[in-house]
């Protein structure tokens, strides 16, 4: 897959699977068109996707109407 960090031994990439969240909130209709798709595989897609992220804090700017 490119080097793309995969689920499991399933050709579904970590970003896949964000897409797919994102596509189907209801997770029984993801369970449904994608039955390969364990929840463990989603929350470790979840876990690495976030672990992937900078943490860090970014102060932002503002004005406060007079």
Known sequence: MNGQPCIRD?????RR????LALYP???ELQRE???LQE???QQA???????LED???ELAYEVAA
């Not at 399933?10 to 970590?14: E, Y």
């Not at 699977?17 to 797919?20: A, G, M, S, T, Y």
């Not at 979840?46 to 992937?52: D, K, P, R, V």
């Open 26 to 28: 209801d997770r029984a």
């Open 17 to 20: 699977v964000l897409e797919l």
């Open 10 to 14: 399933l050709r579904l990439t970590v």
């Open 34 to 36: 994608y039955p390969e």
């Open 40 to 42: 463990e595989d989603i």
């Open 56 to 58: 860090r804090i970014v």
């Open 46 to 52: 979840l876990a690495y996707a976030a672990a992937s």
